[in-house]
Protein backbone atom coordinates (compact mmCIF):
# COMPACT_ATOMS: atom_id res chain seq x y z
CA UNK A 1 0.00 0.00 0.00
CA UNK A 2 2.88 2.04 0.79
CA UNK A 3 4.92 1.48 -1.92
CA UNK A 4 1.71 2.13 -4.21
CA UNK A 5 1.43 5.51 -2.83
CA UNK A 6 4.90 6.29 -3.56
CA UNK A 7 5.26 5.19 -6.68
CA UNK A 8 1.95 7.39 -7.47
CA UNK A 9 3.76 10.12 -5.56
CA UNK A 10 6.84 10.01 -7.86
CA UNK A 11 4.60 9.90 -10.73
CA UNK A 12 2.94 13.07 -9.68
CA UNK A 13 6.25 14.52 -8.37
CA UNK A 14 7.91 14.29 -11.92
CA UNK A 15 4.45 15.44 -13.73
CA UNK A 16 5.07 18.85 -11.51
CA UNK A 17 8.30 19.25 -11.90
CA UNK A 18 8.86 18.38 -16.03
CA UNK A 19 12.52 17.85 -15.20
CA UNK A 20 14.52 18.26 -18.28
CA UNK A 21 16.96 15.64 -19.04
CA UNK A 22 20.21 17.09 -19.68
CA UNK A 23 21.60 15.85 -23.22
CA UNK A 24 24.76 13.80 -21.83
CA UNK A 25 21.97 12.30 -19.68
CA UNK A 26 19.84 10.95 -22.03
CA UNK A 27 21.35 7.63 -23.21
CA UNK A 28 21.54 6.57 -20.01
CA UNK A 29 17.58 7.40 -19.67
CA UNK A 30 16.39 3.58 -21.28
CA UNK A 31 18.97 2.07 -19.10
CA UNK A 32 17.40 3.45 -16.07
CA UNK A 33 13.99 2.13 -16.73
CA UNK A 34 15.39 -0.93 -17.63
CA UNK A 35 16.82 -1.03 -14.15
CA UNK A 36 13.59 0.69 -12.29
CA UNK A 37 11.41 -1.88 -13.73
CA UNK A 38 13.44 -4.47 -12.68
CA UNK A 39 13.78 -3.68 -9.57
CA UNK A 40 9.48 -3.23 -9.07
CA UNK A 41 9.01 -7.11 -10.47
CA UNK A 42 12.18 -8.17 -8.11
CA UNK A 43 10.71 -6.38 -5.33
CA UNK A 44 6.87 -7.65 -6.19
CA UNK A 45 8.48 -10.62 -6.44
CA UNK A 46 10.37 -10.92 -2.70
CA UNK A 47 7.04 -9.77 -1.15
CA UNK A 48 5.14 -12.18 -2.80
CA UNK A 49 7.90 -14.91 -1.93
CA UNK A 50 8.23 -13.53 1.73
CA UNK A 51 11.58 -12.64 1.62
CA UNK A 52 11.19 -8.85 1.21
CA UNK A 53 13.83 -6.09 2.21
CA UNK A 54 13.53 -2.48 1.81
CA UNK A 55 17.12 -1.97 2.06
CA UNK A 56 17.95 -4.93 -0.58
CA UNK A 57 15.52 -3.20 -2.74
CA UNK A 58 16.46 0.27 -2.56
CA UNK A 59 20.33 -0.78 -3.00
CA UNK A 60 20.13 -3.05 -5.50
CA UNK A 61 17.89 -0.74 -7.60
CA UNK A 62 20.61 2.45 -7.00
CA UNK A 63 23.24 0.06 -7.71
CA UNK A 64 21.99 -1.37 -11.29
CA UNK A 65 20.79 2.03 -12.66
CA UNK A 66 24.50 3.20 -11.29
CA UNK A 67 26.30 0.31 -12.57
CA UNK A 68 24.44 -0.39 -15.56
CA UNK A 69 25.37 3.28 -16.36
CA UNK A 70 28.58 3.39 -15.25
CA UNK A 71 29.05 -0.09 -18.01
CA UNK A 72 27.54 2.31 -20.75
CA UNK A 73 29.15 5.20 -20.22
CA UNK A 74 32.47 3.26 -20.01
CA UNK A 75 31.45 1.44 -23.62
CA UNK A 76 30.76 5.10 -24.98
CA UNK A 77 33.99 6.31 -24.65
CA UNK A 78 35.26 2.69 -25.69
CA UNK A 79 33.26 2.85 -28.75
CA UNK A 80 30.90 -0.47 -27.88
CA UNK A 81 28.11 1.99 -25.81
CA UNK A 82 25.54 0.77 -28.02
CA UNK A 83 26.29 -2.71 -28.20
CA UNK A 84 26.87 -2.31 -24.34
CA UNK A 85 23.16 -0.82 -23.58
CA UNK A 86 21.81 -3.60 -25.65
CA UNK A 87 23.66 -6.11 -23.40
CA UNK A 88 22.27 -4.24 -19.76
CA UNK A 89 18.79 -4.09 -21.43
CA UNK A 90 18.58 -8.03 -22.66
CA UNK A 91 20.03 -9.22 -19.22
CA UNK A 92 17.87 -6.74 -17.02
CA UNK A 93 15.19 -7.47 -19.75
CA UNK A 94 15.48 -11.10 -19.08
CA UNK A 95 15.08 -11.23 -15.42
CA UNK A 96 12.06 -8.95 -15.74
CA UNK A 97 10.13 -11.60 -17.73
CA UNK A 98 11.80 -14.21 -15.12
CA UNK A 99 10.32 -12.44 -12.06
CA UNK A 100 6.78 -11.43 -14.01
CA UNK A 101 6.66 -15.41 -14.46
CA UNK A 102 7.47 -15.82 -11.09
CA UNK A 103 4.91 -13.29 -9.88
CA UNK A 104 2.17 -14.81 -12.47
CA UNK A 105 2.88 -18.46 -10.61
CA UNK A 106 2.31 -16.95 -7.42
CA UNK A 107 -1.00 -15.20 -8.09
CA UNK A 108 -2.99 -17.73 -10.16
CA UNK A 109 -0.78 -20.57 -9.71
CA UNK A 110 -0.21 -21.09 -13.00
CA UNK B 1 22.04 -19.25 -5.20
CA UNK B 2 18.49 -21.27 -4.98
CA UNK B 3 18.30 -22.66 -8.21
CA UNK B 4 21.61 -23.98 -9.75
CA UNK B 5 23.52 -25.15 -6.73
CA UNK B 6 25.36 -27.50 -9.26
CA UNK B 7 29.17 -26.73 -8.63
CA UNK B 8 29.87 -29.44 -11.42
CA UNK B 9 29.26 -27.02 -14.16
CA UNK B 10 32.12 -24.43 -15.25
CA UNK B 11 31.54 -20.83 -14.16
CA UNK B 12 30.67 -19.51 -18.04
CA UNK B 13 27.81 -21.93 -17.84
CA UNK B 14 26.38 -21.20 -14.81
CA UNK B 15 26.59 -17.87 -15.30
CA UNK B 16 23.85 -18.38 -17.69
CA UNK B 17 22.28 -21.09 -16.17
CA UNK B 18 21.67 -18.24 -13.01
CA UNK B 19 20.57 -15.65 -16.22
CA UNK B 20 18.07 -18.47 -17.49
CA UNK B 21 16.53 -19.71 -13.82
CA UNK B 22 17.60 -17.60 -11.19
CA UNK B 23 15.98 -14.02 -11.91
CA UNK B 24 15.67 -12.61 -8.60
CA UNK B 25 18.65 -10.46 -6.79
CA UNK B 26 20.52 -13.31 -4.70
CA UNK B 27 20.25 -10.00 -2.34
CA UNK B 28 16.88 -10.88 -1.30
CA UNK B 29 17.58 -14.43 -0.06
CA UNK B 30 20.73 -13.80 1.50
CA UNK B 31 19.10 -10.77 3.37
CA UNK B 32 16.21 -13.31 4.41
CA UNK B 33 18.48 -15.72 5.38
CA UNK B 34 20.46 -13.60 7.78
CA UNK B 35 17.45 -12.07 9.65
CA UNK B 36 16.20 -15.11 10.57
CA UNK B 37 12.67 -17.16 9.53
CA UNK B 38 10.59 -13.91 11.80
CA UNK B 39 12.55 -10.44 11.58
CA UNK B 40 11.71 -7.56 13.45
CA UNK B 41 10.39 -4.51 12.09
CA UNK B 42 13.31 -2.09 11.41
CA UNK B 43 12.48 2.12 11.44
CA UNK B 44 14.29 2.35 8.12
CA UNK B 45 12.42 0.05 6.45
CA UNK B 46 9.06 2.20 5.07
CA UNK B 47 11.61 4.78 4.34
CA UNK B 48 13.37 2.86 2.28
CA UNK B 49 10.17 1.14 0.42
CA UNK B 50 9.23 5.01 0.01
CA UNK B 51 11.85 6.53 -1.29
CA UNK B 52 12.84 3.68 -3.83
CA UNK B 53 8.97 3.80 -5.38
CA UNK B 54 8.62 7.42 -5.85
CA UNK B 55 12.27 7.19 -7.29
CA UNK B 56 11.04 4.17 -9.41
CA UNK B 57 7.80 6.20 -10.50
CA UNK B 58 9.88 9.74 -10.95
CA UNK B 59 12.16 7.38 -13.53
CA UNK B 60 9.71 6.32 -15.27
CA UNK B 61 7.58 9.47 -15.74
CA UNK B 62 10.86 11.36 -16.50
CA UNK B 63 11.73 8.85 -19.49
CA UNK B 64 8.02 8.65 -20.35
CA UNK B 65 7.92 12.87 -20.74
CA UNK B 66 11.27 12.69 -22.51
CA UNK B 67 9.86 10.57 -24.95
CA UNK B 68 7.03 12.14 -26.16
CA UNK B 69 7.93 16.10 -25.54
CA UNK B 70 9.91 15.83 -28.55
CA UNK B 71 7.89 13.28 -31.03
CA UNK B 72 4.63 15.56 -30.81
CA UNK B 73 6.41 18.78 -31.45
CA UNK B 74 8.11 17.66 -34.47
CA UNK B 75 4.50 16.47 -35.53
CA UNK B 76 3.28 20.35 -34.60
CA UNK B 77 5.90 21.79 -36.75
CA UNK B 78 4.95 19.47 -39.89
CA UNK B 79 1.05 20.53 -39.31
CA UNK B 80 1.75 23.93 -39.03
CA UNK B 81 3.79 24.15 -42.24
CA UNK B 82 1.17 21.75 -44.21
CA UNK B 83 -1.35 24.30 -43.00
CA UNK B 84 0.58 26.94 -44.67
CA UNK B 85 0.85 25.65 -47.24
CA UNK B 86 -2.56 25.20 -47.88
CA UNK B 87 -3.71 28.44 -46.98
CA UNK B 88 -0.96 29.94 -49.65
CA UNK B 89 -2.30 27.46 -52.02
CA UNK B 90 -5.91 28.87 -51.31
CA UNK B 91 -4.76 32.10 -51.40
CA UNK B 92 -3.13 31.72 -54.81
CA UNK B 93 -6.20 30.16 -56.27
CA UNK B 94 -8.62 32.85 -54.96
CA UNK B 95 -5.84 35.14 -56.67
CA UNK B 96 -5.69 33.56 -59.53
CA UNK B 97 -9.60 33.32 -60.18
CA UNK B 98 -9.87 36.95 -59.51
CA UNK B 99 -6.96 37.47 -61.58
CA UNK B 100 -9.38 35.10 -64.90
CA UNK B 101 -12.41 37.84 -63.65
CA UNK B 102 -11.17 40.73 -63.86
CA UNK B 103 -9.53 39.83 -67.21
CA UNK B 104 -12.93 38.45 -68.74
CA UNK B 105 -14.31 42.11 -67.47
CA UNK B 106 -11.17 43.85 -69.10
CA UNK B 107 -12.15 41.97 -71.98
CA UNK B 108 -16.06 42.99 -72.39
CA UNK B 109 -14.77 46.60 -71.86
CA UNK B 110 -12.11 46.33 -74.86
CA UNK B 111 -15.04 44.46 -76.99
CA UNK B 112 -17.52 47.33 -75.87
CA UNK B 113 -14.71 50.07 -77.15
CA UNK B 114 -13.44 48.23 -79.92
CA UNK B 115 -15.43 47.75 -82.98
CA UNK B 116 -15.62 44.40 -83.82
CA UNK B 117 -14.46 44.34 -86.90
CA UNK B 118 -12.13 46.81 -87.34
CA UNK B 119 -8.33 46.30 -88.14
CA UNK B 120 -7.19 47.00 -84.53
CA UNK B 121 -9.49 44.69 -83.05
CA UNK B 122 -8.68 42.36 -85.43
CA UNK B 123 -4.95 42.95 -84.47
CA UNK B 124 -5.46 42.90 -80.95
CA UNK B 125 -7.06 39.57 -80.89
CA UNK B 126 -3.91 38.21 -83.00
CA UNK B 127 -1.51 39.67 -80.56
CA UNK B 128 -3.35 38.13 -77.75
CA UNK B 129 -3.73 34.61 -79.54
CA UNK B 130 0.22 35.02 -80.13
CA UNK B 131 0.92 35.94 -76.62
CA UNK B 132 -0.85 32.83 -75.23
CA UNK B 133 -3.92 35.37 -73.29
CA UNK B 134 -6.98 33.77 -74.67
CA UNK B 135 -7.74 30.18 -74.67
CA UNK B 136 -7.55 27.89 -77.92
CA UNK B 137 -8.77 24.87 -79.88
CA UNK B 138 -7.46 23.01 -82.35
CA UNK B 139 -5.74 19.88 -83.90
CA UNK B 140 -2.61 19.05 -82.87
CA UNK B 141 0.13 16.18 -81.00
CA UNK B 142 0.32 15.73 -77.22
CA UNK B 143 3.95 14.51 -75.87
CA UNK B 144 3.70 12.77 -72.83
CA UNK B 145 6.82 12.17 -70.80
CA UNK B 146 6.62 9.95 -67.45
CA UNK B 147 9.26 9.47 -64.72
CA UNK B 148 9.93 5.43 -64.67
CA UNK B 149 7.80 3.82 -61.89
CA UNK B 150 9.75 1.74 -59.27
CA UNK B 151 12.62 1.83 -56.76
CA UNK B 152 14.69 4.36 -58.95
CA UNK B 153 12.06 7.22 -58.29
CA UNK B 154 11.12 6.96 -55.22
CA UNK B 155 13.50 9.57 -53.09
CA UNK B 156 16.04 7.97 -50.87
CA UNK B 157 15.69 7.98 -46.96
CA UNK B 158 17.47 10.41 -45.20
CA UNK B 159 16.99 13.85 -44.01
CA UNK B 160 14.43 16.04 -45.39
CA UNK B 161 16.35 18.71 -47.87
CA UNK B 162 20.07 16.60 -47.87
CA UNK B 163 18.34 14.63 -51.60
CA UNK B 164 20.08 16.09 -54.44
CA UNK B 165 18.78 17.68 -57.25
CA UNK B 166 17.92 15.12 -60.01
CA UNK B 167 19.44 12.20 -57.88
CA UNK B 168 15.76 11.41 -58.05
CA UNK B 169 14.19 12.19 -60.66
CA UNK B 170 15.14 11.56 -64.24
CA UNK B 171 12.81 13.82 -65.89
CA UNK B 172 13.98 17.51 -65.30
CA UNK B 173 13.27 20.75 -66.72
CA UNK B 174 15.49 20.54 -69.34
CA UNK B 175 13.52 17.41 -70.92
CA UNK B 176 10.31 18.94 -70.69
CA UNK B 177 12.28 21.96 -72.21
CA UNK B 178 13.47 20.36 -75.16
CA UNK B 179 10.06 18.83 -76.21
CA UNK B 180 8.79 22.49 -75.98
CA UNK B 181 10.88 23.95 -78.56
CA UNK B 182 11.31 21.11 -80.98
CA UNK B 183 7.67 21.88 -81.04
CA UNK B 184 7.78 25.08 -81.45
CA UNK B 185 10.33 24.30 -84.11
CA UNK B 186 8.22 21.73 -85.66
CA UNK B 187 5.24 24.67 -86.24
CA UNK B 188 3.31 24.70 -83.12
CA UNK B 189 1.18 27.54 -82.99
CA UNK B 190 0.06 27.10 -79.26
CA UNK B 191 1.29 24.56 -76.53
CA UNK B 192 0.59 23.81 -73.00
CA UNK B 193 2.58 21.79 -70.58
CA UNK B 194 0.14 19.77 -67.72
CA UNK B 195 -2.48 22.57 -68.78
CA UNK B 196 -0.28 25.76 -68.33
CA UNK B 197 -0.37 27.84 -71.64
CA UNK B 198 3.12 28.51 -72.58
CA UNK B 199 3.61 32.19 -73.46
CA UNK B 200 6.66 34.29 -75.40
CA UNK B 201 7.43 34.87 -71.49
CA UNK B 202 7.33 31.09 -70.21
CA UNK B 203 9.93 30.10 -68.08
CA UNK B 204 10.35 26.05 -67.40
CA UNK B 205 12.65 25.40 -64.91
CA UNK B 206 13.38 23.24 -61.77
CA UNK B 207 13.29 23.41 -58.52
CA UNK B 208 13.25 20.83 -55.92
CA UNK B 209 12.22 17.75 -57.05
CA UNK B 210 9.45 19.60 -59.50
CA UNK B 211 9.24 21.35 -63.18
CA UNK B 212 8.10 24.74 -62.83
CA UNK B 213 6.21 26.24 -65.51
CA UNK B 214 5.99 29.85 -65.18
CA UNK B 215 6.74 28.92 -61.20
CA UNK B 216 3.59 26.61 -61.22
CA UNK B 217 4.86 23.66 -60.11
CA UNK B 218 3.55 20.18 -62.33
CA UNK B 219 5.04 16.66 -61.68
CA UNK B 220 5.40 13.23 -64.04
CA UNK B 221 3.95 12.55 -66.16
CA UNK B 222 4.28 15.62 -67.89
CA UNK B 223 1.81 16.06 -71.14
CA UNK B 224 2.87 18.55 -73.32
CA UNK B 225 0.14 20.07 -76.05
CA UNK B 226 0.58 21.20 -78.81
CA UNK B 227 -1.78 23.29 -81.68
CA UNK B 228 -0.85 23.06 -85.01
CA UNK B 229 -1.22 21.31 -88.27
CA UNK B 230 -1.46 17.78 -86.81
CA UNK B 231 0.23 15.49 -89.26
CA UNK B 232 2.85 17.96 -90.21
CA UNK B 233 3.68 18.20 -86.19
CA UNK B 234 3.32 14.31 -85.71
CA UNK B 235 5.89 14.01 -89.03
CA UNK B 236 8.44 16.82 -88.14
CA UNK B 237 8.68 15.61 -84.23
CA UNK B 238 8.97 11.57 -85.09
CA UNK B 239 12.02 12.63 -87.33
CA UNK B 240 13.49 15.12 -84.52
CA UNK B 241 16.27 14.61 -82.59
CA UNK B 242 14.72 15.07 -79.42
CA UNK B 243 12.15 12.54 -80.22
CA UNK B 244 14.96 10.00 -80.91
CA UNK B 245 16.24 10.58 -77.97
CA UNK B 246 13.80 10.04 -75.99
CA UNK B 247 13.01 6.53 -77.65
CA UNK B 248 16.03 5.42 -76.92
CA UNK B 249 15.82 6.66 -73.13
CA UNK B 250 12.51 4.74 -73.25
CA UNK B 251 14.84 1.24 -73.76
CA UNK B 252 17.66 2.71 -71.77
CA UNK B 253 16.02 4.13 -68.40
CA UNK B 254 12.71 2.98 -68.26
CA UNK B 255 10.75 6.35 -68.62
CA UNK B 256 8.00 6.95 -70.32
CA UNK B 257 7.34 8.78 -73.74
CA UNK B 258 4.65 8.25 -76.38
CA UNK B 259 2.83 11.12 -78.49
CA UNK B 260 -0.10 10.98 -80.57
CA UNK B 261 -2.10 13.64 -82.86
CA UNK B 262 -5.23 14.44 -81.46
CA UNK B 263 -7.98 15.89 -83.84
CA UNK B 264 -9.24 18.69 -81.36
CA UNK B 265 -6.94 19.83 -77.97
CA UNK B 266 -8.45 22.86 -76.10
CA UNK B 267 -6.05 24.83 -74.10
CA UNK B 268 -6.12 27.35 -71.47
CA UNK B 269 -5.53 30.91 -71.53
CA UNK B 270 -2.25 31.98 -69.88
CA UNK B 271 -2.68 33.58 -66.61
CA UNK B 272 -0.23 36.54 -67.25
CA UNK B 273 1.63 38.11 -69.21
CA UNK B 274 4.12 41.13 -67.65
CA UNK B 275 6.49 42.83 -68.99
CA UNK B 276 8.91 44.05 -67.11
CA UNK B 277 11.81 45.96 -68.85
CA UNK B 278 10.40 46.34 -72.74
CA UNK B 279 8.26 49.37 -73.77
CA UNK B 280 6.51 50.61 -76.15
CA UNK B 281 7.88 53.92 -77.09
CA UNK B 282 5.22 56.63 -76.92
CA UNK B 283 3.65 58.62 -79.67
CA UNK B 284 5.25 61.79 -78.29
CA UNK B 285 8.87 60.67 -78.54
CA UNK B 286 8.31 59.30 -82.23
CA UNK B 287 7.02 62.68 -82.85
CA UNK B 288 9.98 64.48 -81.20
CA UNK B 289 12.17 62.44 -83.78
Keep these: ?110 | MTASGDKSQPDAVRLLVDLVNDHLDPGYAAAAERRGPDPEQRWYDNVAVIIGCALVGFVLIVAYITTHRGAPEAAKVHDRLVDRVRSAQDTANDLSNRVNELQGRLDRAQAQVLSPTGDLAKSLDLARLQAGLTAVSGPGVVVTLREPSGPSSTPTTGRGGTTGIGSTNILTDRDVRSVVNELWHDGAEAISVNDVRLTPTSAIRFAGEAVLVDFQPITSPYHVAAIGDADLLATNFAQSAVASRYQTLTGVEGIGFSFADESNLSLPASQQVRVRYATVPTQRKQGHR
Design chain 1, 1 to 110: MIAALALAAGIVLGLILRPTVPTWLEPYLPIAVVAALDAVFGGLRARLDGIFDAKVFVVSFISNVTVAALIVFLGDKLGVGSQLSTAVVVVLGIRIFGNAAAIRRHLFRA
